[in-house]
């Protein structure tokens, strides 16, 4: 995509626009796998770096393209170093955030696919702060090239990315789409498509969609109720994609992948923790290849829930239990920096 400058961003180009650019430029392919290189492999951040490049190409480069390096805004650590969240700020100065994730031997990146969201789930920073703008591929990408910079120089790896920060990767389709694609990419980001993981509220054509791609990546789904009523409430997409409806192509999902879903409940004391909930949630999941991942509600400024008490998860979980619904609980992991999706950057207007 052009930029206001009329610059292209590189990071917007896969391999064979990138190899078409220099095309016209007069250049050899081969010219052009070595400016990929520079970009995946080596993660240049100036022109300047790219010393292999013969210097009619760079300044070429250097006037008709650009490589936005995200700038970091602010930056928070968890005190028990496992979680660490970067406001990066963008070429147009909007915000996105970033969350790297260190666990054992993973180090797992978070990353963003809007400024803001459209579908408003109340108990979400990212949902509070409404809508302001679509990522392009490139800003996707830039976020986890960020994250790559930062443990090359520690000599680590990135091994996972999860499509779970600021908002909804499904409403902003080809561009999430071709970013995954770019992640996968073996001469590019080359994190293995197990590895990626996709979180949506639930946009039933795009998941349609998702399931006619030759992706093996693996998709969350929030759900966080099993009954309309009430995830009218929690979930405001859900009386445009009634539960029906989203089971339906789940299973259709399912059917076609072979992969299983992972659905998302995050626990809000008294609201969605009650053993009625969990046990319609088994009745939907009975016979499906579904996992439940439960996550404890991070407080945000704008809605009065509170996180779920044990004893009430407890209870929860026996009823999934007793249902053999397989589930994990997520770790808090990233609560004392508010790692929750949206909440650095409303904290920090
Ligand atoms: N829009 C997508 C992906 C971004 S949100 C989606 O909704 O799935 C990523 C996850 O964070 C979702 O499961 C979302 O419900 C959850 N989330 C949002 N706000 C939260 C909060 N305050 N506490 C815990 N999880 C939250
Ligand atoms: Fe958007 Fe996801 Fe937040 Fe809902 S939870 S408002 S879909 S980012």
Redesign the pocket.
């Known amino acids: 995509m052009m930029t206001a400058d009329q610059r292209i961003d590189l990071y917007d180009l896969d391999l064979p626009s990138l190899e078409a650019l220099l095309a016209t430029w007069g250049q050899p392919r081969a010219h052009a796998r070595l400016v990929w290189d520079w970009l995946y492999r080596r993660l240049a951040t100036e022109f300047d770096q790219m010393t292999t490049l013969p210097p009619s190409l760079r300044e070429r480069l250097v006037a008709e393209t650009m490589l936005p390096i995200p700038h970091v805004l602010a930056r928070q650590e968890a005190p028990d170093g496992e979680t660490r969240k970067d406001l990066l700020q963008l070429a147009d100065s909007r915000q996105v955030e970033v969350v790297l994730l260190r666990y054992r031997q993973r180090r797992s990146a978070c990353i963003s696919t809007q400024v803001g969201?459209t579908?408003?789930?109340p108990f979400?920073a990212?949902?509070q702060m409404g809508f302001v703008r679509h990522l392009t591929t490139g800003e996707i990408v830039a976020q986890v090239l960020h994250l790559q910079r930062e443990l090359a120089a520690q000599h680590r790896q990135l091994s996972n990315v999860v499509l779970m920060g600021?908002?909804?990767p499904l409403l902003n389709y080809g561009p999430t789409l071709e970013a995954v694609r770019r992640l996968i990419h073996p001469r590019a980001a080359g994190i293995p498509p197990r590895r990626i993981t996709l979180s949506t509220?639930g946009i039933v054509p795009g998941i349609r969609r998702l399931a006619d791609e030759d992706l093996a990546i693996k998709l969350a789904v929030?759900l966080h109720a099993a009954t309309d009523e009430l995830r009218d409430r929690l979930?405001p997409?859900n009386r445009r994609y009634p539960l029906d409806h989203l089971f339906d192509v789940l299973g259709a999902y399912t059917a076609r992948t072979g992969r299983r879903v992972l659905l998302e409940w995050v626990m809000i004391d008294g609201v969605n923790d009650t053993p009625e909930q969990a046990q319609a949630l088994a009745d939907r999941l009975a016979g499906m290849l579904a996992h439940v991942n439960l996550i404890r509600l991070n407080a945000t400024a704008d809605y009065a829930g509170r996180p779920s008490t044990t004893s009430a998860i407890e209870a929860f979980i026996a009823v999934l239990d007793r249902a053999h619904i397989p589930h994990t609980m997520r770790q808090r992991r990233g609560a004392a920096i508010s790692a929750g999706?949206?909440q650095l950057r409303s904290r920090f207007r």
């Open positions: 969201c579908c408003g789930c979400c990212t949902g600021m908002g909804e509220v929030s979930v997409v999706c949206g």
